[in-house]
């Protein structure tokens, strides 16, 4: 199994509301990484869990709070987020250390709307 | 600023020609790789570069690197319709800490490739 899954596919929150971005592999990855994506941009780093802890938040708000609970599943808990937050949102793993040269395995995204 | 910059922005060609998008970095690097992102989904690893390896092929993918010039191109050769995406570059960061393994996404080439 090479695949990474993401759920929901398509998301839309109030302000208001608490969700949660699911992802899940089987490669036996112990890297695992949340990006957002804005539209026509790159994908920008959030977390980065390494064996199941958090090693990597590039100072992203505490409306976002990522978990890991094991070494296949990452969570990305959302609330009280700000329209600017809509975006795509992906989650990737790889081996770890990632250099071992065969790249991030990217799930299909969730598209997140805040009203 | 973003660590890689890419050009050109977009590409427009014919079925059959080849294609080329080039990727400038500012730090020095572990490795080099290059993604492939279709409309509105997840990233696909293409290739990685490593920063002690000049060139590398896989498939109908031809890349290269100069670290002196911090720069690395991707050759697409004999396109097809199919290979119509947006491309990126990332470089992983040398050294360790927080930034150990971490990917910097370049901007971007959008490709597309006419029937």
């Known amino acids: 199994d090479t695949e990474v899954t993401q759920t929901p596919k398509h998301l839309v929150m109030g302000m208001t509301n608490k969700k949660s971005l699911k992802c899940e592999q089987h490669m036996g990855h112990r890297a695992m990484y949340w990006y957002k994506q804005k539209a026509k941009k790159p994908p920008e780093l959030m977390f980065v869990y390494s064996y199941e802890k958090l090693s990597i938040n590039e100072s992203v708000p505490s409306r976002f709070s990522p978990e890991c609970p094991n070494s296949s599943l990452l969570n990305l808990h959302l609330h009280a987020l700000q329209p600017e937050d809509s975006a795509l949102y992906l989650c990737?793993?790889?081996?770890?250390?990632?250099?071992?040269?065969?790249?991030?395995?990217f799930g299909p995204g969730t598209r997140l709307t805040v009203l | 600023s973003q660590q890689g910059e890419e050009d050109p922005q977009a590409l427009s060609i014919q079925e059959g020609e080849n294609a080329t998008m080039n990727c400038s970095y500012k730090t020095s690097i572990n490795n080099l790789q290059w993604y492939r992102q279709n409309s509105g989904r997840g990233l696909v690893h293409l290739i990685l570069i490593r920063s002690n390896e000049r060139e590398k092929h896989s498939g109908r993918l031809r890349v290269t690197l100069d670290t002196s010039k911090k720069s690395s191109s991707l050759l697409i050769t004999a396109s097809r319709a199919a290979d119509t995406a947006s491309y990126f570059c990332a470089t992983a960061s040398l050294g360790g800490g927080t930034s150990y393994g971490k990917l910097t996404f370049g901007q971007g080439t959008i490709l597309t490739v006419h029937p």
């Open positions: 990737a793993s790889s081996h770890s250390p990632p250099e071992q040269g065969l790249g991030q395995f």
